[in-house]
């Protein structure tokens, strides 16, 4: 073989080296793109397991205040209207939910404390511990939700694994607090 052909060769041996790589490298970053998008999508559907959860506690709840409270029925229709979100509900109607859904326990709590016995009650108080595990689950479950969103907005920014990411791959956007738990805390004594 002579020399010319042999440069032709290897130069033809580095550019599909170069190739391999470069497609190797697309369909790594792509793969990483969809697990990331997975683990977002995941921890979304746990944070809809929580309030779904909480939803349910709240209905129990209410069942068992009926007993000792007189406008029972505004607060049971109200939680009663309140539908839980839907799998393809947007991130805005599930915190719309979620702020509704913190109005009505409020509610039964301001209920709870006029009525002692309700207080006492067993099955309330287990309740109500209950509902303090889902609350504790439901803020764990929507910061790592944000943590993946973060982590996969990063992702899907940073150059060169932008242009793969292109359209394809569109930014997430976070659960964010209701309004009202965005406004500082007047303590009155």
Known sequence: MSTPVIIVLVVIG???LLVLCVVGWVISTRNKFIRMEQDVENSESRIDVYLT???DLLTKMLDTTKGYMKHERETLIEVIQMRN???NASLKEKANFNEQLTTASRNIRMVAERYPELKAD????NLQQAQSEVEENLQAARSNYNANVASFNKAILQFPASIVAG?????KDYFEAEEQKRQDIKMEF
């Open 85 to 87: 979100p839907g799998v």
């Open 167 to 171: 359209s394809r791959f569109p930014k």
């Open 122 to 125: 067993r099955m309330f108080n």
């Open 14 to 16: 580095v550019i599909l």
């Open 53 to 55: 959860k909480r939803f």
